[in-house]
C-alpha cells in the first residue's frame, strides 16, 4: 500500500496537479478506476520508435481500462527540445498518438516534477523507486493509485512481462 505523503493533500497520486499538452490544469484524478502506464516521453531519442507499440497497447486496452500516460522530458541530452504544440504534431503525424499527453516536465534533479518525486521516492514508492534512467522509463499503476510495477527505457512496451503485467493488473481491476 502507498504511504500517505504531506507532499499532496490526499498522498494519493492522482491528486498531482499536471498540466496537458494543451495546456489545461488536471490531475490523474481524470483516469480514476483505471490501469495506468506512465512513461517519460521524448521526441529525438533512440527509443522514440517505442511510440508505436505504446499507442498499440492504448488502443488494444484502452476499453478494459487501460491509459497510457506520455510526459515529455527534455532532461536526457536534449532530446525533447520542442514547445508542447512541436510535440503534439510529431506524435500525431509520426506515431499516430492518440493517448493522452502531457506538458513537458523535469523528471529527475532538483526542479524535478511532483508526480516523479512520488514515482521514484522510497516513501511513496518503496519497492520501485529509484532515480530515472532514461527516456521512455514506465510506471505500471493500479485504479488505486498503487505503484505495481516499474520497466526500464529497454523493456519493450509491447514485451510478454510488460503486456502481461497490463492484463494481470486489468484482470484484476474488474
Same mark, same amino acid.
Given at each position: 500500500?502507498?504511504?500517505?505523503? @504531506?507532499?499532496?493533500? +490526499?498522498?494519493?497520486?492522482?491528486?498531482? @496537479?499536471?498540466? +496537458?499538452?494543451?495546456?489545461?490544469?488536471?490531475?490523474?484524478?481524470?483516469?480514476?478506476?483505471?490501469?495506468?502506464?506512465?512513461?517519460?516521453?521524448?521526441?529525438?531519442?533512440?527509443?522514440?520508435?517505442?511510440?508505436?507499440?505504446?499507442?498499440?497497447?492504448? &488502443?488494444?486496452?484502452?476499453?478494459?481500462?487501460?491509459?497510457?500516460?506520455?510526459? @515529455? $522530458?527534455?532532461?536526457?541530452?536534449?532530446?525533447?527540445?520542442?514547445?508542447?504544440?512541436?510535440?503534439?504534431?510529431?506524435?500525431?503525424?509520426?506515431? &499516430?498518438?492518440?493517448?493522452?499527453?502531457?506538458?513537458?516536465?523535469?523528471?529527475?534533479?532538483?526542479?524535478?516534477? @511532483?508526480?516523479?518525486?512520488?514515482?521514484?521516492?522510497?516513501?511513496?514508492?518503496? &519497492?520501485?523507486?529509484?532515480?530515472?534512467?532514461?527516456?521512455?522509463?514506465?510506471?505500471?499503476?493500479?485504479?488505486?493509485?498503487?505503484?505495481?510495477?516499474?520497466? +526500464?527505457?529497454?523493456?519493450?512496451? +509491447? $514485451?510478454?512481462?510488460?503486456?502481461?503485467?497490463?492484463?494481470?493488473?486489468?484482470?484484476?481491476?474488474?
Amino acid at each position: 500500500m502507498t504511504k500517505q505523503n @504531506p507532499m499532496f493533500a +490526499d498522498g494519493s497520486i492522482h491528486a498531482i @496537479p499536471l498540466v +496537458d499538452l494543451d495546456g489545461n490544469p488536471t490531475s490523474l484524478e481524470a483516469y480514476g478506476g483505471k490501469v495506468l502506464l506512465i512513461v517519460n516521453v521524448a521526441s529525438k531519442c533512440g527509443f522514440t520508435y517505442q511510440y508505436e507499440a505504446l499507442e498499440a497497447l492504448y &488502443q488494444k486496452y484502452k476499453d478494459d481500462g487501460l491509459v497510457v500516460l506520455g510526459f @515529455p $522530458s527534455n532532461d536526457f541530452l536534449g532530446q525533447e527540445p520542442g514547445t508542447e504544440a512541436e510535440i503534439r504534431t510529431f506524435c500525431t503525424t509520426e506515431y &499516430q498518438v492518440t493517448f493522452p499527453m502531457f506538458s513537458k516536465i523535469p523528471v529527475k534533479g532538483r526542479s524535478m516534477h @511532483p508526480l516523479y518525486k512520488y514515482l521514484t521516492s522510497k516513501q511513496t514508492n518503496p &519497492q520501485f523507486s529509484g532515480r530515472i534512467t532514461w527516456n521512455f522509463n514506465k510506471f505500471l499503476v493500479s485504479p488505486a493509485g498503487e505503484i505495481i510495477n516499474r520497466y +526500464d527505457s529497454k523493456d519493450e512496451p +509491447d $514485451s510478454t512481462v510488460v503486456v502481461g503485467a497490463i492484463e494481470e493488473a486489468l484482470a484484476a481491476s474488474r
